[in-house]
């Protein structure tokens, strides 16, 4: 089997066969062959990838043409479920994703995409400070210097202290409240007072970030915000960006619930397409196995897209 390289940053996988199932066909990859292994680069990706089963077509793109008959399908027009990524059914491994159009609203995903929750943990944080811009345009200021500090803090750096200054003064789970009539998603708390807890889906993740995206230029500050959003610090960063035509936005979320073990989430918009990655496992594979599976699943998603 062959693999493509999208970009330098992410490995596309050659392809093994589909399935069916009560929704539809399903688009599978094959295993990734570079993924990591260890406690802190992946799980096992081993496996018999050959399995004398009859050979199939070569790559993503034209296993959904044969599933579709048309060379020009959209992955998007695919039901949920539809096309499994290779990480998908690994070990231990929590793993829900949503890739959205962010023009006309179409999207596809894991088939728990919009109704698997999770908490948000540091991807609302773009949020909060799309937020503060929207409070400083609708009382006619512009946005003081402290807050405008806390937004690139807590973008940019992912500060927890920036962050919780922010939150408090939006008046706390107003805010996430306001995702509704704002952006359109309606999402819960686990735990209220505390915006890490903010209970999301994918599909609500990847609206979150697109609606921040979208919507921050007509507030004050919004270019700067998206300049913020398109320079994560290494540490947060998944890796996946690289990959990744123009300006992107990216807002990821990281924390090691003790024996829980790691939510790590992986959110990016970029031209007309949001993709976002929640994952949950074992702590013992630290944060890095976490950052292989949204790089693993962008490299699936992005081959069709």
Do not use: F
């Not at 109704?115 to 609708?138: P, Q």
């Not at 939006?170 to 505390?194: H, I, K, N, Q, Y």
């Not at 630290?286 to 992005?302: E, I, N, T």
């Amino acid at each position: 089997m062959t693999a493509v390289a999208v970009a330098a940053a992410v490995a596309v996988p050659a392809l093994w066969g589909a399935g069916v199932t009560p929704a539809g066909p399903v688009v599978r990859p094959a295993l990734h062959q570079s993924a990591p292994s260890g406690p802190d680069g992946g799980g096992d990706a081993g496996g018999d990838d050959g399995g004398g089963g009859a050979a199939g077509p070569g790559t993503l793109r034209e296993l959904l043409a044969a599933m579709t008959g048309s060379a020009t399908a959209d992955p998007l027009d695919l039901a949920p479920g539809s096309l499994l990524v290779d990480r998908e059914g690994e070990d231990g491994l929590i793993l829900s994703w949503a890739l959205l159009d962010t023009d006309d609203g179409r999207w596809t995903g894991s088939a728990d995409a919009a109704t698997h929750r999770s908490e948000a943990e540091s991807t609302i944080k773009a949020w909060l400070a799309a937020d503060t811009l929207r409070a400083a345009a609708e009382a006619g200021r512009p946005v003081p210097a402290d807050r405008r500090a806390d937004i690139s803090a807590a973008v940019r750096a992912s500060d927890d202290d920036a962050a919780e200054r922010l939150y408090r003064a939006l008046g706390g789970d107003a805010s996430t409240a306001r995702l509704g009539p704002e952006c359109g998603v309606e999402v819960s708390t686990s735990r209220p007072g505390w915006w890490s807890y903010t209970q999301v889906t994918a599909l609500d993740a990847a609206r979150i970030l697109a609606c921040v995206r979208d919507r921050s230029p007509a507030w004050p500050g919004g270019d700067a915000l998206l300049a913020d959003l398109d320079a994560v610090t290494p540490d947060g960063r998944s890796g996946v960006r690289p990959a990744l035509p123009g300006a992107v936005a990216e807002k990821n979320g990281w924390t090691l619930h003790g024996a829980d073990g790691w939510n790590v989430h992986c959110v990016l918009t970029w031209e007309d397409r949001a993709l976002a990655v929640l994952t949950t496992y074992p702590a013992e594979r630290g944060v890095g196995y976490g950052w292989a599976v949204c790089r693993d699943v962008a490299g699936d998603v992005l081959s069709v897209s």
